[in-house]
RNA sequence: GGCGCGUUGGUCAAGAGGCUAAGACACCGCCCUUUCACGGCGGUAACACGGGUUCGAUUCCCGUACGCGUCACCA
């Protein structure tokens, strides 16, 4: 019976880097990165950095029934555009390889057998939940496995499996209690007897996840576990498996998870935002990192905007929070406009394009369209209904003429557009400070304020009280046709309005 | 139900026995301004509850409440 091949075990070992920190990433390619993963992702990546050490990309797609073609592909985009880079994976490889799981399946039924010689598991030959209690309405139910194959004789097991008797291997729990450290909760004891013998080794010889995560970490040599809390309690039997193998136990860091509200988590079924998601509704990839390392998790002073490199810096793993953090929109919108004029106009200019195009098509002069948007711009998506107007001049209402600040009623708007006519007529040198100049010129004449000539203009030419940019500026991407179009049918619109 | 964990303003959060309990977002007001935005100034708003320990508790301990997690041949 003991046809275990030591040789092979050694083998492994040895392959097993040692000395510097090691962390892994370990997602499902279930086709899309969820807000939690990410900043899981992010966290992971930061500890490994900050200590010099290695960030491995491990696939667990042991789950064929999830399987999702293409999800690989979503998994190596993300961290690529978040900037999450890792040293060793399935696609570059690395010393402790293969990264997949699924090439990984002989590893664990070996090590499951090398644990039953060991004595910290079993066979166990009992059908599949034959539990006394299959009402799944009694909620309140307690189903322990009550270990009974765990009592079976050399030579009963001899007999089973001589039958060929199909066998899950569990894990023996021993008696006492466990106690192990997380740097995020602080030590945890819980009494061995609310373990449960655990399925290691599934009937058709796969592992089950906790296994398989076990043998994994510590094959590929990785010092930080980081991981969602929802792991917190399954913790114990874990380091119940390291200790059953004689393995040195990696440090914990357990986070708490990213709330849609007090009660949900964020998903997808609740149609919470993706990763991706976020980036299709116009935010930053960058911004949306910034953000997500601050949900549960708080460098101590009052800055709040970290490049990547910066978070490394300054991550420390004492900041993480115990409780759980609601995801809010509106703080991910401030970080999103700090970030989109943190950039220059050149950039800004590039990335808004598509969105200045699809709405604005007869103006061509993108980049002052970008210049009056840079600064006043949310997200991207936001951008083509503030330009609507240019392109079309809107159905408005003359109210829109009154503004009490600028001093304007209907009749002054009329005056005003009346006088201005002629001097945009005349202006030859149809540029920014033309305009500017000319505008400007006859707000001394008129020696009224800039803002009842410059109002009732930027309601002519944009037909909205909130437009990007002043009357000067639209004015002047508009062009000088368009302008006076406008102004003239704004000069119609109050003159059949008059009391 | 057992076990585990959590609880500072609407949200993110600092704090770690003695503070007028930071800061940010959001909200409100004022200023600036050619609208909005930006910027500046100011404001509303919090230690879940009850017992201890202590000269003194947001901070330490114990309960209670509420919430979350977990108790799969799913990850």
Redesign the pocket.
């Known amino acids: 019976m003991s046809s275990i091949n030591m040789a092979w075990f050694d083998e492994m070992e040895s392959r097993i880097p040692r000395g510097g920190v090691r962390t892994r990433f370990a997602p499902?390619p279930t086709g899309y990165m969820h807000v939690g993963n990410l900043r899981t992702a992010l966290y992971t990546y930061l500890i490994a950095r900050k200590y010099g050490g290695k960030f491995i990309l491990r696939i667990?797609d042991?789950?064929q029934e999830r399987y999702i073609d293409g999800a690989i592909d979503v998994i190596y985009k993300t961290m690529k555009k978040c900037g999450l880079a890792h040293d060793e994976g399935p696609d570059i490889g690395g010393p402790v390889g293969p990264y997949t799981q699924t090439q990984r399946r002989d590893f664990y039924l070996k090590y499951a057998e090398l644990l039953i010689e060991k004595g910290g598991a079993y066979r166990c030959f009992?059908?599949?939940?034959d539990a006394d209690d299959e009402d799944p309405s009694d909620e309140?139910a307690?189903?322990?496995?009550d270990g009974r194959c765990s009592r079976l004789s050399e030579r009963e097991i001899e007999e089973k499996l001589k039958s060929g008797a199909?066998y899950?291997i569990r894990q023996k729990i021993p008696e006492g209690k466990t106690t192990f450290s997380d740097m995020v909760?602080?030590e945890?004891?819980?009494?061995n007897d609310?373990l449960?013998d655990?399925?290691l080794i599934?009937?058709?010889g796969?592992p089950?996840?906790?296994f398989a995560n076990v043998i994994d970490d510590h094959l590929m040599g990785i010092t930080h576990v980081v991981r969602g809390?929802?792991?917190?309690?399954?913790t114990p039997k874990y380091n119940l498996l390291y200790k059953a193998f004689g393995w040195d136990v990696p440090n914990y860091i357990h986070c708490p998870?990213v709330?849609r509200d007090?009660?949900n988590?964020m998903s997808k079924r609740h149609g919470d935002p993706s990763y991706e998601d976020l980036l299709l509704l116009g935010y930053l990839s960058d911004a949306i990192v910034n953000y997500v390392a601050?949900?549960?998790?708080?460098p101590?002073g009052?800055r709040?905007i970290f490049t990547l490199p910066e978070l490394v810096d300054v991550f420390d793993i004492?900041?993480i929070?115990?409780?759980?953090?609601?995801f809010?929109i509106?703080?991910l919108?401030?970080f999103n406009?700090e970030y989109i004029?943190a950039m220059s106009l050149d950039d800004f200019h590039r990335l808004a394009l598509p969105y200045i195009k699809s709405s604005v098509k007869k103006c061509t002069d993108t980049m002052a369209i970008a210049e009056i948007l840079h600064?006043?711009c949310e997200k991207l998506t936001d951008i083509p209904d503030k330009l609507d107007f240019f392109d079309r001049l809107p159905e408005y209402d003359k109210s829109l003429y009154i503004n009490k600040?600028?001093k304007t009623d209907e009749s002054v708007s009329l005056k005003m557009l009346e006088s201005a006519l002629p001097v945009l007529e005349d202006i030859d040198d149809w540029t920014h400070e033309g305009v500017?100049n000319a505008l400007f010129s006859l707000v001394e004449k008129l020696e009224v304020?800039?803002?009842t000539l410059?109002?009732p203009i930027?309601i002519a030419v944009s037909g909205k009280?909130?437009?990007?940019?002043?009357?000067?500026?639209i004015c002047h991407i508009l062009g000088k046709e368009e302008t006076i179009s406008r102004i003239k049918s704004g000069i119609k619109k109050l003159n059949s309005a008059t009391h």
């Not at 945890?188 to 009494?191: A, F, P, Y």
């Not at 929070?321 to 609601?326: C, V």
């Open positions: 499902s667990e042991t789950d009992c059908g599949r939940d309140k307690i189903k322990k496995y199909p899950v909760f602080g945890i004891t819980v009494e609310t449960d655990n399925v599934k009937s058709d796969l089950t996840y906790n809390s929802e792991y917190l309690s399954s998870p709330m007090a009660h988590k601050l949900l549960g998790w708080s101590g009052e709040e004492g900041g929070s115990k409780s759980p953090a609601i809010d509106a703080k919108n401030y406009s004029r600064q006043r600040k600028s500017h304020k800039n803002a410059l109002w930027r009280a909130v437009t990007p940019g002043g009357a000067v500026e």
